[in-house]
């Protein structure tokens, strides 16, 4: 079956977004005088959660706290989050986040060919509108054909629900794409859909186990990969053939 489509995750493929994330959170935990804040090494950790009010609320189970106030605190979750997602918003708006390397190349070469785009993510479609139009521009969100996040599926990442669904809202068979990440998580739940996984680990996810994935790659632009066969990635990033070319390789029986 031919490449239709590309279904990319959000954070950490299309852009690296955790600093930022991470930097909202410390922000809200800091409005509702919560003396927590999530140094880098704890957030990589706690990056094995998926969904910023799991995430929160893992860390509250960490604590040792007096049940009455473990039960205050579960009741606040989804304030503090959601001054989270505002923070984070205002933060993105600023347009400081940029595309990783290679992205915004590959989205316009899958567009001039008319292979169609996804987009398969935790976070929420307010995060990603943000991000989207902060980062790509202000007509990024017409580029993808569906959108399925965090909160409209009965399971988050590492469940396949999120590439299911993304599937269904193009029409295609999971051979038919080709799923892209930064996370071993994120890999898991698009292998868990039958498709194929290309794995660019971020800076947070770069020691994780991508042994699941179907191929690994720094980044999207990878000019010193396979030097010695320069055509193999366009003009010195990974282009719509070569992907196609490895995807074929994987569909054939
Ligand atoms: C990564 C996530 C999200 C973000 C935080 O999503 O797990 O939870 O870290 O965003 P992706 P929220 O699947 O795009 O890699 O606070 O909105 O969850
Ligand atoms: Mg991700």
């Not at 799923?179 to 770069?206: H, M, N, Y």
């Not at 990969?225 to 992907?243: C, E, I």
Request: hydrophobic letters at 45%; aromatic letters at 8%.
């Amino acid at each position: 079956m031919s490449l239709e489509a590309l279904i990319f995750d959000v954070d950490g493929t299309l852009a690296d977004t955790e600093e930022t994330h991470r930097q909202a959170f410390n922000q809200a935990f800091c409005a509702f005088g919560l003396d927590w804040s999530w140094t880098p090494q704890r957030y990589r950790r706690l990056l094995r959660v998926t969904g910023g009010k799991e995430r929160i609320a893992s860390h509250l189970e960490s604590l040792l706290l007096e049940s009455e106030e473990q039960a205050r605190l579960r009741q606040l979750i989804p304030e503090i989050h959601a001054a989270k997602t505002r923070y984070y918003k205002l933060r993105v708006g600023l347009g400081r986040v940029r595309p990783r390397a290679g992205v915004r190349r590959l989205l316009n070469e899958a567009r001039a060919a008319g292979v169609r785009l996804a987009i398969a993510s935790t976070t929420s479609p307010e995060n990603i509108e943000a991000l989207l139009s902060a980062t790509f521009g202000s007509e990024a969100l017409s580029w993808f054909e569906a959108i399925v996040t965090g909160d409209v599926v009965a399971r988050k990442k590492p469940a396949p629900d999120v590439y299911l669904q993304a599937l269904a809202a193009l029409g295609l068979h999971a051979a038919q794409a080709i799923a892209l990440e930064d996370s071993a998580i994120g890999v898991q739940a698009a292998k868990g859909a039958g498709l194929f996984a290309l794995a660019t680990p971020s800076s947070w996810t770069r020691y994780e186990d991508f042994s699941g994935a179907d191929l690994v790659l720094p980044s999207l632009a990878a000019p010193d990969l396979d030097t010695a066969h320069p055509s193999r990635f366009g003009a010195g990033y990974v282009g719509l053939a070569y992907l196609a070319g490895v995807h074929a390789a994987f569909c054939m029986p």
